[in-house]
């Protein structure tokens, strides 16, 4: 297994940088992934009818519009059979967008100029699914193709700075929606991810199982005696406890492993890459981690941790209960231990 913990210094007095931890992107939002199957195929479909009735309508049959519908109603078929949650999703979406504008091509080609108005629903999605680099590129390119063009080599001012805002609008449009996911799925306190996105981070790990037999485990813990600390100390106290247990977790995890707040002082560490054993053997080093680094103002107290292995037998559901079980017999044997479901 790989090392699931980054170098540390020893020197405990030297401050720790932050490494970066799991971030959901838009990408791993199960929303913007339905939204972006739904318009697509809405749009496909819509645009395939419209191809059937334009042929319809004007009484020809030429070989190559049917070709290409036809093309178009297989892409259409095959599409629908996949899931959002599937790693093909976004691959799948610019073969079929492309089919699509070839359609649009082929119609054209025998007078239904109309048609180029379809272009422009998957030019937006394009740019949107697209880095900003990219965006930026193309639209030098377009520019630069559009000057070689006209008449005399022109350059139009016009073009370049379509090409400049559109990358501008995207990548400021793509920022705004992250922050918007990262606000939506994370926890206001501690800066972890919240109980609704660990749900779909664990069916995401399933599926990864299930595809390519790559392990992952399921790390719970809660922090025991939290209710005592706020009850004598107050909740700030309780706040610090938290927050001090997150970073020094967040310090040492990969920037793949992913750490959520599913309860007042219960947790979730998902370990990519990892089976069950390790991810003990990680959950012992973190308590080691905590008892070391514990600031003196803060009370004593220890944390729990249950650890399952996922496999292709149970569902996310199942993971929680499994290392939820584990957790309450370490709970049960004192705290300040990890153990791992049967």
């Known amino acids: 297994m790989r090392d699931v913990f980054s170098s540390a210094s020893k020197d405990k007095g030297q401050s720790r940088a932050k490494l970066s931890v799991y971030e959901p992107s838009l990408r791993d939002s199960r929303e913007f992934r339905e939204l972006m199957r739904k318009t697509v195929l809405y749009l496909s479909t819509l645009l395939t009818f419209a191809g059937f009735f334009n042929m319809y309508n004007r009484g020809e049959t030429h070989s190559q519009m049917w ?28 073969v079929l967008m492309a089919i699509m504008v070839l359609n649009i091509c082929v119609q054209v080609t025998h007078g239904i100029s109309e048609q180029l108005l379809w272009t422009l629903p998957f030019y937006l999605i394009w740019i949107m699914l697209l880095p900003t680099t990219v965006v930026a590129v193309f639209g030098l390119v377009v520019s630069l193709v559009t000057t070689f063009l006209a008449e005399n080599h022109t350059p139009i001012p016009a073009h370049y700075m379509l090409a400049l805002s559109s990358a501008m609008v995207v990548h400021f449009a793509k920022e705004q929606l992250r922050e918007h996911l990262h606000l939506a799925a994370s926890d206001a306190l501690t800066g972890a991810l919240n109980r609704r996105y660990l749900l779909t981070q664990l069916s995401a790990r399933r599926a990864d199982f299930i595809r390519d037999k790559r392990l992952s485990s399921l790390v719970l813990f809660d922090v025991d005696g939290l209710k005592e600390i706020n009850d004598r100390f107050g909740h700030r106290f309780g706040d610090d406890t938290l927050k001090f247990v997150v970073d020094t977790i967040q310090q040492r995890v990969r920037a793949s492993d992913a750490l959520f707040r599913i309860g007042g002082d219960e947790f979730a560490l998902i370990l990519v890459d990892a089976k069950a054993h390790a991810a003990l053997n990680v959950a012992n080093e973190i308590r080691d981690l905590i008892k070391e680094g514990k600031p003196s103002e803060l009370p004593d107290f220890s944390v729990s941790f249950g650890v399952s292995e996922v496999d292709d037998s149970s569902s996310p559901e199942d993971w929680l209960d499994l290392a939820d079980e584990a957790l309450y017999t370490a709970k049960e044997c004192g705290g300040d231990t990890a153990r791992m479901a049967s």
């Open 67 to 94: 070709l290409s519908l036809a093309f178009s109603c297989l892409a259409l078929i095959l599409f629908t059979r996949l899931s959002p949650s599937s790693r093909h999703l976004f691959n799948a979406v610019h």
